[in-house]
């Protein structure tokens, strides 16, 4: 739809918010917008049992994802491009996700994982997001969780071909 190049836009011209509609360009998806399905995982925290009702929202973005749409982070940082597959692996979180799983302590600092409890120390809160609706704006923010699409690159569709029996 739109024929907007990123390569003149962003960020040379100074563009500091994409409209909605804008998404449907593939280069700036690509530089800036989620690279995910808005994954859902059960999410595991360091140091804390098990939750009954631990599923979290998760999605994979750019560094200058928040600034893009205009999500501020009101504690900590974004993304960096310093935030690379070989440094530490670290993650912003929502103020919901504060609320579910950090109810009466700091979530700064903290380590969490997802899929099973081996991985409670995958990823270090380094920022705190404010809460924005996804999907359903009469409903309350759900608990989201982002990372670095540089440090956890989907699949390509040809790699997943290749591990299906």
């Given at each position: ?14 563009l500091t918010r994409v409209p909605y509609w804008i998404y449907s360009d593939r280069d700036i998806y690509e530089a800036t917008a ?132």
């Amino acid at each position: 739809m739109s024929t907007v190049s990123t390569s003149r836009v962003w960020p040379a011209e100074g563009l500091t918010r994409v409209p909605y509609w804008i998404y449907s360009d593939r280069d700036i998806y690509e530089a800036t917008a989620q690279q995910g399905n808005n994954w859902s995982e059960g999410v595991f925290v360091l140091g804390q049992t098990q939750q009954a009702n631990n599923g979290s929202s998760w999605d994979r973005v750019s560094a200058h994802y928040f600034e893009t749409i205009g999500t501020p982070i009101v504690r900590g940082r974004g993304f960096l491009e310093s935030d690379t597959a070989t440094s530490q692996h670290v993650a912003v979180v929502n103020e919901a996700f504060v609320r579910k799983y950090f109810p009466n302590t700091d979530a700064m600092g903290k380590h969490f994982g997802k899929d099973d409890g081996r991985h409670a120390g995958d990823y270090e809160i380094v920022g705190i997001a404010k809460d924005a609706k996804y999907q359903d704006a009469s409903r309350p923010a759900r608990s989201m969780f982002f990372v670095p699409l540089a440090q956890t690159p989907p699949a390509k569709v040809t790699d997943t071909l290749k591990t299906l029996p």
